[in-house]
């Protein structure tokens, strides 16, 4: 690891400059996949700029949407009396991912910005587009069992990346349409979840739409009807402690047996948490039954391709769409 | 998590760890925790292509970097004694020549260490370490076993021995498979998989003067392990201390002394200070060497009722360019059936990797996965009950040395295995047992592993306080050795395992093996009690002589000990103190050393270690996943010394075998011919939650003819036959029969 400088402002406005006007400065929150990196040696940042005793941990009920400050600990937002009561969903995708250690530790925002976990982005050795543009992507010719199955155009550029985005908090986000708060140095701005990130494209070095220097302040969840018939469903190697083969987070607002909306969105087959808008828009309206669950799932795996070692991802996802339906609808 | 159940009763309680408080309280202390005022830290930098050499090192930038002692490569390596000199140009090693590390500019493997760091600090270590730069001149690499399998041979080391275990074997009719009455041939596949103990290995080295090395060393073997870097560095052998006093878990990795702890000797003889050198986790996956990936075929006949009639075995093992490593793969199924005619063929396949090692149930835990698994393939198509098949086909002597077995109780454990598990709930068909939407599958499969008893020495040294010290130089990866010989010195002295002591770990203790082949309860065990005995006899002697003893008129087998109290017999109010003995003959001390070893039993008996397993797992239909509900296992492995290490040692070899069976896989990008799963993030080991009940029994009788204790080993055969239970239990709940471990999501869905 790279020696670096260490600093601890004491507001949020002093912490958005010292990153805004340094590029080697990053911040550090829980730092549970950051000091992974830099042991690694892809992130060497020559400034740590320390978030954690900055005032963004709050869980807050506003007018119509709660709001969850970015340094709210993962296990905080699992166990809170109000996230389980209004939005369980969150609950659930964040029980799925990690361990108790980690989530003890890990943020909320640090849990939005954590970086794929593809193997050739990892290993220097390798070549990685995320890692090194240009240099080639490791993953498109070599194993790629954990690798995107959305997103990727029908002949993927060797300048592009398939990797996929790890976080479960992040899926469900989708799913309940977060927005993402974020403070810069020219200000606020409000990102939609289906905003935040993006697909690889010509840049797979950058994740997210945010600038440098942008912090994450806080999340922020409409109240919905997404109480009662909601399923995060992980398909994994292990029964925990491992990131997802495929996730599908469902929410369902269901009355008299007749699906009124419908909110899907999947984790481990993208380059962002993947939104299942046709899906959705199939099952709205719909009665509740396990044969229109069916045809969402293959409307939603319309224009899904494989790789050499990912094909089994197109016979799991829509299995796996119909069984988080099916287990948030109460249907067994 | 597991939680094993004891039945039958325990005939007496076990013993706690003796070092159990150490451990839970971080009072042991492990091979990187030796505090030394002036320690100094390496680290490795390490190949990035399989195959070629390095053209060059630019070590100026690290050498000018902040806190740096020294950065070592095949330049300017201060050089091992025992390696012969470098040719120019280099020549690549002959087959059989160990990995020998800075010794020239040939690169046989990705992760080969080609330089190395030592600085004050590991932070500045490790940032040197990036500074170096090193080109290389590729050459065109070969590691995927599948896409060279056709160039697989009989190893040269076999061709040369005559009478290696490795040679072609057949015994009885060759005609006897075309013309059987059922056939089934299939070929079974395992992939590399890693010992990955959650210590890593590392290691200080001391060099105490010019010709005096102490290394504070993981590994598990401390007297193999001075005897060879004694051989290494042109030492006397008393001139090498290693110590390993506590190992963080190892199932083999630390059988052999590796390039690293070679490493951190030079780098300390370069620097003159200690150095401590710890593996990161990626350079685990390259370092202490796998257990290899390994294909197999069987061929099977039998008749119609289940009687099998000829089998073959053929597998083919990796290895490196430059060592065989050989494993017992085709040879449990030698013995293991009572099958006459049967043939094995073992080869291996030299690829750009490094050399693979023993890993947990070594050869058997890959041969019995294929063999198991075969038995059920062939249970089904005979329609007949796997246990079934297993029983009719049972051993009664060992066909393969035509000898009896020293003890057997493998249908007493099968019985129990059954018994306990509700083995005759199974419905035979495939796919007919469902729970909660989940398929339900039961497997079973048997185990053996093979007696191993080595010459060890151990003493026993009465103190002048009563308190009594075992020594020898065996080792602890794990399994509770030193509480298992405590045990042992208490029945046989009839004292308290509070007053005993047991040291170990430390070579300049008395001669034993080092902790491999389950051989160290049937070997040090017996040493100890040897030695204990010669001990108490000793003090009985001294203890009858002194003036109207009354032990002087006491018959020795009628002599009870109970808390360091001697009665010349049960009825016996009076008694004598060891201490007594001690006092009266004036001595600090008494002790023995005694040496145990095998006899002439070895060519009149077969002995190995039976047992079985039975597995219950849920599988979705929905998504693959396979989940183990629920597993039995009981093993016949002669006397049990301490039932709750016993029953630590079974569930262990069962969480391995579910490793190996559901998820445990090194992949390897062979473009590169470098592993993409170095971590734990990728190369997944069970967690907790993987993990159901574990119901563990053994049979607990002694085997009269091994050794004097009449225990044999646990370890290995705790995991051989438990990847082909799982894989049975998933075919009878699926009806999909998987014949490439790991059975992952993407091989059921």
Redesign the interface.
């Given at each position: 690891?790279?020696?670096f400088e260490y600093v601890r402002p004491s507001t949020i406005r002093e912490a958005i400059e010292l990153v805004a006007t340094n590029p080697k400065a990053q911040f550090i929150a829980g730092g549970t996949n950051l000091i992974d990196l830099m042991k690694h040696?892809i992130a060497a940042p020559e400034k740590l700029v320390d978030i954690n005793h900055l005032p963004l941990k709050k869980i807050e009920k506003r007018d119509d949407f709660l709001r969850i400050g970015a340094l709210v600990l993962n296990s905080e937002v699992a166990s809170h009396k109000r996230v389980l009561a209004s939005h369980p969903l969150l609950a659930q995708a964040l029980n799925a991912g990690a361990?108790g250690q980690l989530r003890n530790m890990a943020t909320v925002g640090g849990n939005l910005l954590q970086r794929t976990?593809c193997?050739?982005f990892?290993?220097r050795?390798?070549p990685c587009n995320k890692r090194i543009p240009g240099s080639g992507c490791?993953a498109l010719?070599?194993?790629n069992?954990m690798h995107a199955i959305f997103g990727v155009p029908e002949k993927p550029d060797p300048k592009s990346c398939i990797a996929v985005h790890p976080s479960d908090l992040s899926v469900a986000l989708s799913a309940l349409e977060a927005t993402v708060l974020v403070q810069g140095h020219r200000g606020e701005r409000q990102i939609p979840m289906a905003d935040f990130y993006r697909l690889p494209n010509n840049r797979p070095e950058q994740d997210t739409t945010l600038s440098n220097g942008e912090l994450i302040t806080a999340v922020e969840i409409p109240d919905a009807v997404f109480q009662k018939h909601v399923h995060y469903?992980k398909?994994?190697?292990?029964?925990?402690?491992?990131?997802a083969?495929v996730s599908v987070a469902a929410a369902l607002d269901i009355d008299q047996n007749r699906i009124k909306t419908a909110r899907l969105s999947m984790g481990g087959v993208a380059h962002k948490p993947w939104r299942l808008f046709d899906a959705e828009k199939m099952l709205t309206g719909q009665a509740v039954s396990e044969t229109v669950f069916r045809q969402a799932a293959e409307a939603a795996m319309q224009g899904a391709r494989a790789f050499e070692?990912n094909a089994?991802k197109l016979?799991?996802a829509p299995?796996?769409i119909?069984?988080a339906l099916k287990l948030a609808a109460g249907l067994? | 998590m597991a939680n094993a159940h004891l039945r039958p009763a325990e005939p007496e309680p076990s013993l706690n760890r003796v070092d159990g408080r150490l451990k839970v309280t971080g009072a042991a202390t492990y091979s990187a925790e030796y505090p030394f005022d002036n320690l100094a830290h390496a680290v490795l930098i390490t190949s990035?292509i399989a195959k070629g050499r390095i053209a060059n090192i630019n070590a100026k930038p690290a050498e000018a970097a902040p806190g740096v002692l020294a950065v070592i490569s095949h330049k300017n390596t201060p050089g091992v004694p025992a390696y012969p000199p470098v040719k120019q140009p280099a020549e690549r090693a002959p087959i059989g020549t160990a990995f020998r590390v800075f010794y020239d500019e040939l690169i046989y493997f990705?992760g080969q260490p080609v330089a190395m760091v030592v600085a004050q600090t590991l932070?500045q270590a490790?940032?040197a370490a990036?500074l170096v730069e090193i080109d290389y001149q590729t050459e065109t690499h070969q590691t995927d076993f599948v896409a060279n399998r056709s160039t697989a041979a009989i190893a040269v080391n076999v061709q040369r021995n005559k009478t290696s275990p490795f040679q072609d074997y057949d015994r009885g009719d060759p005609d006897a498979l075309p013309s059987a009455e059922v056939k089934l041939e299939a070929t079974y596949t395992i992939p590399t998989q890693h010992h990955q103990p959650l210590e890593p290995h590392a290691i200080i080295a001391v060099w105490e003067a010019d010709d005096k090395l102490t290394v504070y060393d993981k590994n598990q073997g401390v007297k193999s392990a001075q005897g060879n870097l004694a051989q290494a560095f042109k030492l006397p052998r008393e001139q090498v201390k290693v110590n390993a006093q506590f190992i963080g878990g190892a199932f083999g990795s630390g059988i052999r002394v590796w390039p690293h702890t070679v490493a951190a000797v030079l780098a300390a003889k370069q620097v003159k200070r200690p150095v401590k050198l710890v593996l990161g986790r990626?350079l685990m996956f390259t370092s202490v060497g796998y257990r290899p990936f390994t294909v197999q075929k069987i061929a099977m006949g039998a008749t119609k009722t289940g009687i099998l009639t000829a089998i073959t075995h053929e597998g083919t093992g990796q290895t490196s360019a430059y060592e065989e490593h050989l494993e017992r793969t085709i040879l449990a199924t030698r013995a293991m059936y009572a099958c006459l005619n049967v043939s094995t063929r073992y080869r291996l396949l030299n690829l750009d990797v490094n050399t693979p090692t023993w890993m947990r149930g070594p050869g058997d835990a890959t041969g019995m996965f294929a063999l198991e698994s075969a038995l059920d393939e062939l249970a089904f198509a005979l329609q007949l009950d796997p246990l079934e098949l297993r029983l009719r086909n049972h051993a009664d002597a060992d066909p393969e040395r035509n000898l009896p077995w020293s003890a057997k109780s493998l249908k007493e454990c099968y019985r129990i295995g059954a018994e306990e598990f509700g083995w005759k709930n199974r419905k035979p068909e495939p796919r007919s047992m469902q729970a909660d939407?989940l398929l339900v599958g039961y497997g079973m499969a048997s185990s053996l592993y093979g007696f191993h008893r080595h010459p060890s020495k151990a003493k026993a040294v009465m103190q002048a306080d009563g308190s009594v010290v075992i020594q020898s130089a065996t080792m602890d990866i794990g399994p509770g050795t030193g509480t298992a010989m405590t045990q042992i010195a208490a029945r046989i002295l009839g004292v308290s395992p509070k007053k005993i002591r047991f040291d170990l770990g430390d070579s300049s203790l008395p001669d034993a093996p080092g902790q491999n082949g389950s051989a160290t309860i049937p070997s040090v065990g017996s040493a100890v009690h040897d030695a204990c005995k010669a001990l108490k006899n000793k003090l009985l002697i001294l203890g009858a002589s002194m003036p109207g003893s009354i032990l002087s008129s006491a018959w020795p087998d009628e002599i009870v000990i109970k808390n360091g109290r001697i009665y010349p017999n049960a009825e016996s109010r009076s008694s004598v103190l060891y201490t007594d003995i001690l006092k009266y003959h004036k001595l600090p001390q008494v002790e023995m050393t005694e040496e145990s070893k095998s006899g002439p039993e070895r060519d009149q008996y077969s002995m190995y270690s039976f047992g079985c397993h039975f597995v219950e797992v849920h599988v979705s239909p929905?998504?693959?996943?396979v989940?183990v509900k629920r597993v039995v296992t009981c093993a016949d492995v002669g006397k049990i010394i301490n039932y709750k290490t016993a029953r630590s040692q079974s569930i262990g070899g069962v969480v391995g075998g579910i490793g190996m069976a559901?998820?445990e896989e090194s992949?390897m990008?062979h473009?590169?011919g470098?592993y993409?799963?170095?971590?734990f993030?990728?190369y997944?080991i069970?967690?907790?939650?993987?993990i159901p009940q574990i119901e563990v029994f053994f049979v607990d009788q002694p085997d009269v003819h091994v050794n004097p204790i009449g225990a044999k080993g646990l370890g290995e055969i705790a995991i051989v036959g438990v990847a082909a239970a799982v894989a049975n239990a998933v075919f009878h709940a699926t009806g999909k029969r998987v014949r490439e471990l790991p059975i992952?999501?993407?091989k059921l869905?």
């Open positions: 690891m790279k020696a040696g361990s976990r193997p050739y990892y290993d050795a390798f490791g010719g070599g194993i069992r469903l398909v994994r190697d292990r029964a925990s402690y491992a990131f083969l070692h089994y016979r799991v299995n796996a119909v069984q067994s | 990035t990705s932070e490790q940032h990036s990626e939407g929905v998504t693959g996943e989940r559901l998820m992949v990008d473009r590169y470098r993409v799963t170095s971590d993030a990728s997944h069970p967690v907790h939650a993987d992952t999501v993407d869905v």
